[in-house]
């Protein structure tokens, strides 16, 4: 008989609240070794703060957290030393290079020398700053900054890493290799607690995912769990005049899409549905110029379980 391991993070009703602001109201997390776990919400949900407790940053008013098998209040140095943390925006000195803004990190990690420097070359290496390594930060791009933020978060090796929103302001480039980087500590081994109001990275990378409104967790479940939570999937069909698409509204039903030619017909995004759908219209003779099928993503999970519009979708690529 096997067993599950223990959870990389465990919390059980963390609470926490400033003055007469309920923050978290009773919040209960279970994160697997070498997952990525995303924790979306409107702003002012209480990420950040979950962040924070969690990484020992502030203490919880009440409820229990354990991270790595440490208790967060009772053994916070054990926390820390197996823990990396990079906020919102990136905490890198402008007026360092490159390399000693990670030997500052390896230093502040007590790492010897030799081991310092060991550590400062392979992470500029894996994350492509070699070339960037002796010019200052101040002179790095958007990306670049962002990266070297990541690497100062891994110079002490953590086992589990807290990235809070760590793709803000970035362009659709810079947010691709960012993603390629989490995916590629996770396959390494590592635990990852992702806060993000991107929808779609959270889509992109999460092995589950939870929402977070005013305090609470209303869902959580994989990404695809999630979707299934919300209906609106549908067939957008287009037609070359609104003869056909009047007819094709007769057959089918559905509603009228953003103008007089397209139709919306609701419908998952199965091929046998789709199949049948296209049967029908081939037997009434009615043509179709084009085809899109939608289905439900995080953006209308968002909406639908916090009634509130998600951050500007950004193009990608």
């Not at 310092?116 to 200052?136: H, I, P, Q, S, Y």
């Amino acid at each position: 008989m096997t067993t599950s391991p223990p959870p990389a993070i465990a919390a059980t009703g963390l609470r926490k609240s400033y003055g007469d602001h309920v923050v978290l109201d009773g919040i209960d997390l279970a994160v697997s070794p070498g997952t990525i776990f995303a924790l979306l919400g409107p702003n002012g949900a209480g990420k950040t703060t979950t962040v924070q407790i969690l990484s020992t940053l502030i203490p919880a008013d009440d409820g229990v957290a354990r991270v790595a098998g440490h208790d967060v209040t009772r053994d916070a140095d054990a926390v820390r030393a197996v823990i990396g943390v990079t906020g919102q925006f990136a905490a890198v000195d402008g007026l360092l290079t490159g390399t000693e803004n990670l030997l500052l990190m390896a230093d502040l990690h007590h790492l010897d020398r030799a081991e310092g420097r060991r550590r400062t070359r392979e992470l500029l290496a894996r994350f492509d700053l070699v070339e960037a390594a002796d010019k200052t930060a101040a002179t790095y791009s958007g990306g670049m900054r962002r990266r070297l933020d990541l690497a100062m978060g891994l110079i002490g090796a953590p086992r589990v890493l807290f990235l809070d929103e760590p793709t803000t302001g970035l362009d659709p480039r810079s947010r691709r290799e960012v993603w390629r980087i989490v995916r590629d500590l996770v396959a390494d081994g590592m635990t990852i607690f992702l806060t993000t109001q991107y929808l779609e990275e959270a889509d992109q990378l999460a092995d589950r995912v939870a929402v977070l409104d005013h305090g609470r967790l209303i869902a959580e479940g994989t990404p695809d769990e999630l979707k299934r939570l919300v209906p609106g999937g549908h067939i957008a069909l287009r037609f070359t005049d609104p003869a056909n698409r009047a007819a094709a509204e007769s057959l089918l039903g559905g509603v009228p899409g953003t103008d007089e030619l397209t139709l919306q017909v609701p419908g998952d995004d199965g091929f046998a549905s789709l199949r049948a759908l296209l049967d029908r219209l081939d037997g009434a003779s009615i043509g179709v110029e084009s085809l899109a099928v939608h289905t439900p993503d995080l953006d209308d999970v968002f909406l639908a379980l916090t009634h509130q519009p998600t951050e500007e979708k950004v193009p990608l690529p």
